[in-house]
């Protein structure tokens, strides 16, 4: 149970371990996969729903109700019995579980207005949790709980920062301490016997809370793993019942038996919720002030993302900023500085960070952006895939991508991100090639729906857009044209400058080409690039600091009527410093005015 402690009712004992049953009874009649996992939480659901939790039934959605997790998602079929024993959803609707004229999916979906964060995936709603806690600590709002099953190890700890939530205790990261569980409650040592869980379900509602709570009342997270419930005859503690549901023939001795068990037919209604939640908008939020960058300027897109986030969060008090423990790399540093209180740092914990970016932003309590080197949400992609399940609006920046890094070496270098971020439903994928379209970038990010990515640079970069320049989704920038060019050529981030070079060195051998900044890979501007290509004899060049797979060059191609040569990173690059790179991997200045020569010798 997450964000602090309340007095619960007691002498209900009884009630509760009638209403798990009937849970049971609910979840097995709906005939879903995984009835195991449903009737070993049955208690817990019974108290958190009936007992802790304070909600309005009959509105599940409404932003004073506490918020409910179901982390193991399998166990759906239970989420459904307790929306049914709260009379939210009727009982025929149970048995229409997983068909495809019915929102009761296998796995819960905000398709429900129950269900805040898509799950499914092990071990997610933990940091899930955490994440909505966090913006409802915030808010003084309700309560979060949060029930998961065994995940891997990797996705269960808390993904955030300690100090307003955790007592733990930890070592030195790579900046300041990160943390270890220390708390009670984050120990493998179950806090009570396995049994009484089953005997007695008013355990997990107990009188007052325990002394390591009332030492800590911030605590953010009791944590427990259990064993079955019990009340399966022939089936509790034997193999191979997991995902499948059970046989015909079996399920109704079973149900008979269960209800045999149920002595009493009381009805508990939830308590309602304090209604004192604030009125929250987080639409149109827009920079307190324009760019401060002058033309030609040397600016790394990556600080540019740091000096517009920490702009953004002045604009407005719901905007909150993630790292992964590489804040002084990505320049999330600077929010820190100027916004302490909604900066939260998840260390080097990827995945996590991802899931308490989901919470955080869940209910549309926030506008919250995450940053960490892009190659290192690869190892976080699960959980990005299940925030476009969620419909959930997610700003996630990867900055150091591509082999203009340099002397990192590729196991540093994001080479697959693009590809990554094009392939979930929704996204949308800024790459900016200076500050001020960083800048922009930020702040269209931050007003658009669904999850948005922007892939920012290392080496510092010319500043190449006015401060007043205006900047669209969608929408691409010609930034070097003239009535006399041969072929389009197509850069981002550092590539975009390389094109710009290109472009000058060929001007003075007498090739003109036109150079289009993207600005947006998803949406792409097809409209500018097939005006550009009509205007060049068909001729485009993409050039990118990315593999070839899925790319600028693949999103491209799909456009008509034009030759497509497409220069990229091809092969596992090495060592080395930038300008290197860039000429050992063919997507330099030199590369491009080869290619452009090459163009009209074939």
Not at 78 to 107: C, M, Q, T, V
Not at 483 to 497: N, W, Y
Request: glycine residues 10%.
């Amino acid at each position: 149970r997450l964000a602090g402690s309340r007095p619960l009712q007691h002498g209900r004992g009884s009630a509760l371990r009638d209403v798990a049953n009937r849970l049971r009874v609910r979840a097995l009649r709906a005939r879903g996969n995984h009835p195991t996992s449903c009737c070993s939480a049955a208690e817990i659901a019974a108290v958190l729903f009936f007992q802790a939790m304070r909600y309005w039934a009959r509105q599940p959605a409404h932003p004073s109700n506490d918020c409910f997790v179901l982390s193991k998602g399998h166990a759906a079929p239970l989420l459904y019995a307790a929306w049914a024993e709260a009379s939210f959803l009727k009982e025929p609707e149970l048995l229409n579980l997983r068909k495809i004229n019915s929102d009761l999916e296998g796995h819960p979906t905000p398709r429900l207005p129950f269900v805040d964060v898509a799950t499914g995936l092990l071990g997610q709603g933990l940091g899930v949790a955490c994440g909505m806690a966090y913006s409802r600590q915030v808010l003084r709002q309700g309560q979060v709980s949060a029930l998961g099953g065994r995940p891997s190890l990797g996705e269960a700890w808390p993904g955030c920062d300690p100090p307003p939530f955790l007592g733990l205790c930890g070592g030195l990261g790579r900046h300041g301490l990160s943390w270890l569980p220390a708390h009670p409650a984050l120990t493998h040592q179950p806090p009570l016997p396995s049994q009484s869980w089953g005997e007695n379900p008013g355990v997990l509602a107990p009188s007052s809370p325990s002394p390591s709570w009332g030492e800590n009342p911030g605590v953010l997270a009791h944590f427990c793993s259990l064993p079955g419930g019990g009340s399966l005859p022939g089936v509790e503690d034997a193999e191979n019942w997991h995902g499948k549901p059970m046989p015909k023939d079996k399920v109704e001795s079973i149900i008979g038996a269960i209800q045999s068990q149920i002595q009493t037919h009381e009805v508990l209604v939830p308590q309602p919720p304090i209604e004192d939640v604030p009125q929250i908008s987080i639409a149109g939020i827009c920079m307190p002030s324009p760019s401060e960058y002058t033309t030609g300027d040397k600016v790394a897109t990556r600080k540019a993302y740091g000096v517009a986030l920490a702009k953004l969060g002045a604009a407005s008090e719901h905007v909150v900023a993630l790292d992964g423990d590489t804040k002084n790399s990505t320049f999330s540093e600077l929010f820190k500085q100027a916004h302490p209180e909604r900066y939260i740092e998840c260390y080097i914990a990827e995945q996590n960070m991802v899931s308490v970016i989901l919470g955080c932003a869940a209910r549309d309590q926030a506008v919250v952006f995450a940053s960490t080197f892009a190659a290192f949400f690869t190892r976080a992609f699960v959980h990005i895939r299940m925030g476009a399940i969620s419909q959930s609006n997610l700003n996630l920046c990867g900055s150091h991508c591509g082999v203009s890094i340099g002397e990192d070496g590729p196991s540093q270098m994001a080479l697959e991100d693009i590809a990554m971020f094009r392939a979930i439903p929704g996204c949308t994928v800024f790459y900016p090639s200076d500050a001020v379209s960083t800048e922009r970038a930020v702040c269209l990010a931050a007003n658009t729906k669904g999850i948005c990515f922007i892939r920012t640079s290392r080496p510092e970069t010319p500043v190449i857009y006015p401060p007043e320049e205006t900047f669209e989704i969608g929408q691409a920038k010609v930034v070097h044209k003239s009535d006399a060019d041969r072929v389009t050529v197509i850069g981002a981030g550092v590539t975009l400058h390389e094109a710009l070079a290109a472009a000058h060195e060929l001007a003075k051998q007498g090739t003109h080409i036109r150079v289009i900044d993207p600005f947006t890979i998803k949406p792409l501007d097809a409209a500018t690039i097939v005006n550009s290509a009509q205007a060049t004899g068909g001729r485009i060049i993409t050039v990118e600091d990315h593999y070839t797979e899925g790319g600028i060059g693949e999103a491209v191609a799909g456009e008509p009527g034009m030759v497509l040569q497409s220069l990229a990173v091809c092969g596992v690059p090495q060592s080395g410093k930038p300008a290197e790179l860039l000429d050992l991997f063919g997507i330099s200045t030199k590369s491009i005015i080869a290619a452009v020569k090459n163009t009209f010798a074939s």
